[in-house]
Structures are given as structure tokens and as C-alpha cells.
């Protein structure tokens, strides 16, 4: 008698599973704030440590404090969406 497959096989299409490019659209379109100052956060911080290379201490220092205030946006968007998704999930 042949042997059982360890693993049954799936018969028909398989179910889609969505994977982090879904998941991160979703989020996305949920709240656009939080990449936005993600982007924002990154860019200001690129160009702080490009000042801070070519030796231009107060732009330097001006950018990153630029990015101190940029990552608060970023954590303001990200809880200002928790709540708005908590009070959705409410009704």
C-alpha cells in the first residue's frame, strides 16, 4: 500500500494572505500622517548628518532640532490615529 502524504495537499485556489506591502497600504491610507513624518524625520536627519560632514556645526545643530520636532509630529500622527481607530472600533 503506498505511503499517506505527510501534508495533506490544498485542492483549488489558494486563500491570499496579505503580505506587508498590503498591510502597509492599508496603514497608509488609515493614517497618511504617520509616513509622511516618517519621511520628514528621515530627510531632516539625512541632511543634519550631511551639514554636520561638511563641517557646518549650526545648520547641523539647526536640523536636528528640526528633527527632534519632526518625530514628535510623527508620535502625535501615530496616537491621534490609535484614537481615532479606537473609536471606531467603539461604535
Known sequence: APAEPPLPFLVGPRPHLPGFGDKFLRKTRENPLVPLGCLCTVGVLTYGL????????????????????????????????MVVTAMKSRK
Do not use: K, P, V
Open 50 to 81: 550631511i551639514s554636520f560632514q561638511r563641517g557646518n556645526t549650526r545648520h547641523s545643530q539647526l536640523m536636528m532640532r528640526a528633527r527632534i520636532l519632526a518625530q514628535g509630529f510623527t508620535i502625535a500622527a501615530l496616537l491621534g490615529g
